[in-house]
């Protein structure tokens, strides 16, 4: 192949590598991914977040109190955690509504639960426990709180309506607890029971009814397959992808009013179900989630690989607001803060609830208060993996536990020697691992990235080495056509004749190259 074509065609290869897969393929990929991320109308990308075909994992432990007896002499808790009662979770949007003068959507949740036998490990929801009735807890809570002078009438009217138990601890199988309820009857006519009864019905959407003045209470009946009010308003990304799914307004308001300080009622973040794409190291995940009226940091910590998938490991915690400042806002009230990883709830879910890292993790002091917590990282922290480019989670795992302080109660019968405690109730981990289908695409998205990176050092060694072989080429083909003469001097008319005496004559030619050059030079 000639010097020249051989040339046009590795300088063509090194400048396609250069240029297109170096420099005009990154910012085209970067681009293409901020417009699919953005919720758009009718993309893909709106389907999936705001109805997502597959459900999400979600496991339900019950502390199993194994010596109600004991505790209510005074004696320290005996815990035994039961479970996972393992749920298909599926979360819709629904009522959505778009914003096209500031680029946001608006809707509501709607969350529906499916027990998955199959996965709980061989419970089935028959199991019977001894479990802290929570409803009569919260109503001795809440009284000593806002009216103490009150506690006799909640001693008359808790016999009223539960019938006269003989403990706070109410033996009940996981069903019932969870999602059938325990029976409430308000038709009593009596007044301390119809004045306990007259406040539950203010807040009516957290039981289930069966007839007139019957009321079932359990954990997560109420809100199966219901529609939860609150309608929280995101931002599309369109604009701008970095706002891909920031909320900024919740319950129809700009930010919330229960904490004591403006940072801490801010919105800050996404709402926990879509990233902005293109994540660094120092990028955190930042989410605000409505059932515990705040928003959280998920802090990156170091590369991991799922199923395959390069990603990014981050961790979260609920903090320590005894001792961050920046965190003084979340104490229930400026002079009691709690401790590190414990988190209020009362005000955001109107019941004296605590929150908590499952089993208590990195709050060792309520440990040694009951036994049978065995807390580690693996199972109970709050940790997710994200494939930074895309910012898709490739695995998730969102973990609380719900507690109640409790004490000795002198005017209520029940709990007059009490231990003093942060007793734990329930723990719920929320999390997904993104099914084969989804991995596929992604994978399908990173097998071209990597066929392009792998065309572009082709293009550009081979592209490089062509070249470098065609100026090789060029430089022995311009040698080999080069005449070497040395250079002939004139002769006087005596050398001639000298020279005439001499035969054969003399020819001062070099023949370097094999020159081909004719005898009689010196014509001149």
């Known amino acids: 192949m000639k010097p020249k074509k051989l040339g046009i065609i590795g300088g063509s290869m090194f400048s396609f590598g250069v240029l297109f897969c170096a420099v005009v393929f990154p910012p085209i990929l970067r681009s293409q991914i901020k417009k699919q991320v953005s919720l758009r109308h009718g993309s893909e990308m709106r389907e999936l977040w705001s109805n997502f075909p597959l459900p999400l994992d979600f496991k339900i432990y019950l502390f199993n109190v194994t010596n109600p007896v004991e505790i209510t002499a005074g ?17 819709q949007k629904v009522n959505l509504v778009d914003r096209d003068e500031d680029d946001s959507v608006e809707y509501n949740v709607k969350a529906t639960w499916y027990f998955n036998p199959s996965r709980s490990n061989g419970l089935t929801g028959d199991e019977v426990l001894y479990f802290p009735h929570i409803l009569i807890l919260s109503i001795v809570k809440i009284t000593l709180a806002e009216q103490p002078a ?69 954990l997560f009946g109420p809100k199966n397959g219901t529609v939860v009010p609150e309608r929280i308003r995101v931002l599309r990304g369109i604009k701008n992808y970095k706002d891909v799914g920031r909320v900024i307004e919740f319950d129809g308001k700009p930010a919330l009013t229960i904490w004591s300080d403006d940072h801490c009622n801010a919105f800050n973040g996404t709402d926990s179900t879509i990233f902005p794409p293109l994540l660094t190291d120092d ?78 993790l990195g709050s060792d002091d309520y440990l040694k208060l009951v036994d049978g917590l065995h807390p580690n990282e693996e199972e109970h922290d709050i940790s997710m993996d994200f494939e930074p480019m895309t910012a898709t989670p490739l695995s998730a795992h969102k973990r609380l536990q719900f507690n109640m302080f409790l004490h000795s109660v002198e005017k209520f019968k029940l709990m007059k020697k009490f231990p003093e405690c942060l007793f734990p109730l329930f723990w719920v981990e929320e999390g997904i691992l993104l099914g084969d289908e989804f991995v596929k695409k992604l994978k399908t998205v990173f097998f071209a990235i990597k066929a392009v990176g792998f065309l572009k050092w082709l293009t550009i060694v081979v592209g490089a080495g062509l070249s470098g072989g065609a100026a090789a080429l060029h430089y022995k083909n311009r040698e080999k056509n080069k005449l070497d003469i040395t250079k002939v001097t004139p002769q006087s008319q005596s050398a001639k004749e000298d020279d005439q005496k001499k035969w054969p004559p003399q020819m001062n030619i070099s023949t370097i190259q094999s020159a081909a050059v004719p005898p009689n030079l010196d014509a001149n």
């Open 75 to 91: 004696e320290k808790p005996i815990l035994q955690e039961v479970g996972p009662y393992f749920y298909d979770e599926y979360k």
């Open 150 to 218: 009150a506690m006799g009438i909640i001693n008359k009217g808790v016999d009223s309506i539960f019938k006269k138990p003989s403990s706070v601890f109410v033996k009940a199988t996981a069903k019932e607890i969870l999602f059938e309820g325990l029976p409430i009857d308000c038709t009593v006519k009596d007044f301390a029971g119809s004045a306990i009864c007259n406040n539950l019905k203010s807040r009516s959407s957290d039981f289930t009814t069966d007839g007139q003045g019957h009321y079932f209470f359990s």
């Open 283 to 360: 990028d955190d995940i930042v989410s605000f989630s409505p059932d515990i009226c705040r928003s959280l940091s998920a802090h990156y910590t170091h590369k991991t690989k799922v199923k395959g998938i390069h990603t990014n490991h981050y961790t979260a915690d609920f903090g320590d607001q005894s001792t961050n400042p920046m965190e003084k806002c979340f104490c229930p009230t400026p002079d009691t803060c709690l401790k590190k990883n414990l988190h209020d709830l009362s005000k955001c879910l109107g019941a004296p609830m605590v929150g908590s890292l499952p089993h208590f």
